[in-house]
Each structure stands twice: as structure tokens, then as C-alpha cells.
């Protein structure tokens, strides 16, 4: 059917879309709403008391545990280093900092798997890393849960760094330069003058860095042992049950970590209308 | 504790507290952020990438590129390389026809539609690849019958790979260009229309060499991605080794079997291109960053 024998036809009063917008919704139909609503029928077809039973198996239960408690860790750790790196890029000169910059990224731009064989070959107990790890304080990282974390820890990193840096470098000066002025060392400066602008924006970053942590699957199934109640993480859970042909298991947990991406994707939002509110207050 | 007082000459002096602690000797948060801050970056990202180097190269040149050489690995790379060049084109037109449909209208739900392109970002990829299988797999999925009346194979073959690589890849052509289309404003357009352009010559000779730049940043990050692609295409692969396996899930393969040097030899490619794409984008986006200076000044002026 041709555009011109489409047009002809319309009732009028009512246009056709543009054709951009005609492209924008069937591809987001074809390719996402499509496979969306496949899962979600598929979900409510096993109804909320089936639903509820096969969410919070103990098996189920201790795979949360591990993918939800492991990626607050790992984004709480880069919450605060990645403050210090974004401090590092925007507040200091020193050598090498484009390439400090430039790595930031590299999460990003590393396939996981790769991401996964690297850190496994770091942290093994042969590893650069994982034999003094190991030999000083006993600590066995790859194929346990600390490799999880490090895995974690690993590709979330740019996420803080990344909000936080454009946030640091419109910073106005003037208000520290006031503070110190009014008698502030610069560590009352920092935590009473600047952090308070900075922790919409840290706390952004450490909400998509989570969300990221969670939903991870290449880099942490190559340096965990995925073992059930240790160090197995829920998206791992859902392939094992897909290779059991237990379909329905497989669906409603990955409906849970659906609903979870959800509420995230609004809890970032949240943050982000209100970190601007806070910038649009300050100018 | 002597208090210096900013006389109105001095209404911008150089940081106080530097000053100050010059005098008293080190500026010691100085020196202890940026350490801190290359000792993390350091262990937690350059020595990983630095040991699959070292592992790649561990017997040589030689050695490396033998491995390079065996058929498993090639086949892997081919179906990678079709994949990415099956995916890319199709999310550079949805991301073009977005960003133009989207970036410049105020509607209601605006916000809420970007929310939604962004989605797989937030996604696990594994819950991608599963709503691939109960959407089209011949036994389970929703449309399993239609397709398998068809004759056609989705799930643990290329089409769902591609599928797969699709939705994983599909928001960061819209993402970068959408913001810069927003900020440019609907002028040049206008004119061009006012003069005779029609949708298409406007579309191809004012909106997109405006946004060439954001366009090709996008283009970076779709290829990279979709070149790296693991969690979603593990689910609808099968990872039939020659058939169904693409190069990173190759990675895994090869290191799980004891294949550790062909392990690290396939991640030393998948880690090149990452790292050439990775210099691209900085490039770019020096070349974006120059573009919007060269844009703001006349409005300024």
C-alpha cells in the first residue's frame, strides 16, 4: 500500500503521523514492546499465587541476597571513589590524567566477557592479584563471592564518575571562595558547601551503577563458581532454570528483575528531576 | 587562625586554602586525590586489561596469532561481524527517525517515551534474551507457532542474535542525538522549508550534517556494544560451537574448556576493537565539543 493511497483514504480531521514517528513506534512495537508484553503475559498467566511461590523459593531468595546485596556493595564503593576520581579530574592537574580519564570509560567499551576473563585471571588464586590476596590474608576472590563484588565493582565504575564530573565542573567558585572567606577550612568547605550540590548527582550515579550491578550477567558468570546459596547471581539462576526447560520459573524470575529495572529506571529519574531543581535553585 | 579579608581588588584571588597550606609546606589533598584516585583506577581497570595483554602475548607474537587462525574462532568472529552489521544500520535509522520525531516537539509523555528508550539500558540483558524465548521459541513462546508454521528458526539461531544485539543497542543512537537536536532549535529547518525543501531534502541536507558529529558518537557506542553483546545473545544462542557462537561467548567457551590461550586471544580482539573504539570516541568528541563552541559564539556575540 502506497503513502499516496493511505493519504486518500484518512477521515478527515485526522493526519497521519509523520514518518519518523510512523519508523520510532513500530520499530519500538516490533522490537521492544513486542518481547515485553510476550513476558508479561506469559508472567500473569501463572497468576499471584503461583507468581509469589516461585519468586521466593530459598533458592530464588538466596540468588536476591547475592545479585542485589553485592551490587549495593560494589556501588557504595564506587559511590566514594568515584567521587575521588571525578575530584581528580575536574579540581586537580597532574600527569596522566587524560589516560585516568580515557580508562574511566573502558567498562563501558569492554565487552563483559572480556571484563569477566580479566578479572578472573587477575583475582585467581594464581592471579596478579588473587595470590597475595590469598597468601597474606586468605582471601579467595575469583570463584567466590568477593569476585562477584570485584566483577561489580568493576563495571559500574564510570557510572558515578560520569554524573558527578559535569556537576563538579559547574560548580561556581565563588561559593567556596565565600565560604573560605567567611572563615571555613576547606574541609568544612567541602562537606558543608560542596558535597550537599554534588549528592544528587552521586546518588544518581550510584543508582545506575546498581541497577547496572544487578542486572550484570558476562562479567560475573566467568568469575563466579555459580554455585546456588554462595556466590550465584539471579540473571545466572535465570539461565540455569531455561537450560532445565523450567519455563515458567525462568519467566517469573525474570519478571522480578523486570519490575526491579523499573523501579529503578523511575528512582533515577527521580533523582535526576531533582538534581536539576537543586542546580536551578543555586543559579 | 587569621582570617584574610578579600579587598575589592582581590574579588577573585587564587584558592585560598592553596595558599595557606603552601606556606605551611605540602597541600596534601592535593597529591592524595589524584594517588587515590590512579590507584583505584589503576587496580580495578588497568591492571585487569593490562593482564589480558600480557596473557594474549604470554608466548609470542607467533603463538598469538596461530591462535587467531583456528576455525572456531573465525567462525565466531564472522557471525559477530554479520550480527553488529545487521543491528548497526537498523538502530542508526531508528535513532535518526527518533531523535527527528522526538527531539524537537513538546508533547505530553515526552519524558515517559525517553524513559522508554532508554529501558534495555536498565534491563539485565539476560531478561532480554529471555523475552526473545517466550516470544518466539517454537515451543514456548507466543508466537512459537506462527513461527514455526513459517518454517523459520529464531531462538538458537542468527535471527534471534541479531534480535538480541538489537535491543541491546538500539537507545544510544537516539540518546546522542536527541539532546543536540534539542539544543539546535528548529530555524535552519524552517528556512530551508520556507525556500521549497521538501521532508526529505531537509531531513538529508540541513538536520542530519548538523548532527553528523552526535550521529557518529552514537554509531561508536552502537557498534562497540553490539560487537560485546554477551548476556542477551547467551540466552537465545544455543552457543552451538561454528553455528550459533558469537566471539565473546567464545571467550567464555574457550577459557571454561581449558582453552586458555584461545580464550585470551579472542578477548585480545574483542579488547582491540574496544580500545580503537574507545580512541574514536575521544576524538569525536573533541571534534563535538569544538562544534558546539563554534555554534554558541555567534549567539553570544
Avoid at chain 1, 530464588?60 to 571513589?81: D, E, M, Q
Avoid at chain 1, 560475573?220 to 540455569?240: A, E, Y
Amino acid at each position: 500500500m502506497t503513502p499516496a493511497l493511505l493519504r486518500r483514504w484518512r477521515p478527515p480531521g485526522l493526519s497521519l503521523p509523520s514518518w519518523p514517528w510512523r519508523i520510532t513506534w513500530t520499530y519500538l512495537g516490533l522490537i521492544l514492546f513486542l518481547p515485553l508484553g510476550a513476558m508479561l503475559l506469559k508472567a500473569a498467566r501463572v497468576g499471584p499465587v503461583g507468581f509469589w511461590e516461585m519468586a521466593t523459593t530459598p533458592e530464588a531468595l538466596a540468588t536476591y541476597r547475592v545479585s542485589f546485596g553485592l551490587a549495593l556493595v560494589a556501588s557504595l564503593i564506587n559511590g566514594v571513589f568515584g567521587l575521588v576520581v571525578a575530584w581528580a579530574l575536574v579540581r586537580s592537574r597532574f600527569p596522566g590524567q587524560r589516560v585516568l580519564d580515557a580508562l574511566i570509560d573502558l567498562p563501558f567499551a569492554l565487552p563483559t566477557a572480556v571484563a569477566g576473563l580479566a578479572l578472573t585471571a587477575v583475582y585467581s588464586t594464581n592471579g596478579w592479584l588473587g595470590q597475595p590476596l590469598n597468601e597474606a590474608f586468605g582471601i579467595k576472590v575469583a570463584f567466590a563471592a568477593p569476585g562477584v563484588a570485584v566483577a561489580m565493582v568493576f563495571i559500574s565504575l564510570p557510572f558515578v564518575v560520569r554524573t558527578v564530573e559535569p556537576v563538579l565542573r559547574s560548580l561556581e567558585k565563588e561559593q567556596e571562595e565565600a565560604s573560605w572567606c567567611l572563615g571555613a577550612s576547606p574541609l568544612q568547605t567541602t562537606v558543608r558547601v560542596v558535597l550537599p550540590q554534588l549528592l544528587p548527582a552521586i546518588l544518581g550515579g550510584v543508582a545506575q551503577g546498581y541497577s547496572r550491578a544487578v542486572g550484570e550477567y558476562g562479567s560475573v558468570v566467568m568469575i563466579s563458581s555459580n554455585v546456588p546459596f554462595k556466590d550465584l547471581i539471579t540473571p545466572t539462576l535465570i539461565i540455569q532454570k531455561l537450560e532445565e526447560y523450567d519455563f515458567q520459573a525462568a519467566t517469573v524470575i525474570g519478571s522480578v528483575m523486570l519490575i526491579f529495572s523499573l523501579f529503578s529506571l523511575l528512582v533515577i529519574n527521580l533523582l535526576q528531576v531533582w538534581g536539576q531543581r537543586y542546580q536551578g535553585d543555586q543559579a | 587562625m587569621t582570617i584574610v579579608v578579600p579587598t575589592l581588588e582581590t574579588s577573585r584571588p587564587t584558592p585560598l586554602p592553596g595558599k595557606r597550606s603552601r606556606r605551611r609546606g605540602l597541600d596534601l589533598p592535593a597529591i592524595l586525590i589524584p594517588l587515590i584516585a590512579c590507584l583505584y583506577v589503576g587496580v580495578v581497570i588497568l591492571l585487569p586489561a593490562l593482564s589480558v595483554v600480557v596473557s594474549a602475548f604470554a608466548k609470542g607474537v607467533g603463538p598469538f596469532l596461530e591462535n587467531l587462525g583456528s576455525p572456531e574462532l573465525l567462525s565466531a568472529l564472522r557471525l559477530t561481524l554479520f550480527a553488529t552489521a545487521v543491528a548497526v544500520p537498523c538502530n542508526v535509522i531508528f535513532g535518526l527517525a527518533a531523535a527527528t520525531a522526538i527531539a524537537r516537539r513538546e508533547f505530553r509523555g515526552k519524558a515517559l517515551l525517553l524513559s522508554v528508550i532508554d529501558l534495555p539500558f536498565s534491563i539485565s540483558p539476560v531478561v532480554v534474551g529471555l523475552m526473545l524465548v517466550l516470544l518466539y521459541s517454537p515451543n514456548h513462546g507466543l508466537l512459537g507457532g506462527v513461527v514455526e508454521s513459517l518454517g523459520w528458526r529464531i531462538i538458537f539461531s542468527w535471527p534471534g542474535i541479531v534480535l538480541a544485539t538489537i535491543i541491546v543497542t538500539f537507545p544510544f543512537m537516539a540518546r546522542e542525538v536527541i539532546p543536540l537536536l534539542e539544543e539546535e532549535g528548529w530555524e535552519q529547518e524552517e528556512a530551508a522549508r520556507t525556500l521549497g525543501a521538501t521532508d526529505w531534502q531537509v531531513f538529508w541536507k540541513v538536520t542530519l550534517p548538523s548532527v553528523r558529529w552526535a550521529a557518529l558518537y552514537g554509531l561508536i557506542l552502537t557498534t562497540a556494544r553490539a560487537l560485546g553483546e554477551f548476556g542477551a545473545v547467551a540466552v537465545v544462542s544455543g552457543n552451538i560451537e561454528g553455528q550459533t557462537q558469537t566471539l565473546p561467548l567464545f571467550v567464555e567457551d574457550a577459557y571454561k574448556n581449558y582453552q586458555t590461550e584461545l580464550a585470551f586471544g579472542a578477548a585480545m580482539v574483542l579488547g582491540g576493537v574496544a580500545i580503537v573504539s574507545l580512541l574514536l570516541k575521544i576524538l569525536v568528541e573533541q571534534v563535538l565539543e569544538q562544534d558546539k563552541k563554534a555554534s554558541r559564539l555567534p549567539q553570544d556575540g
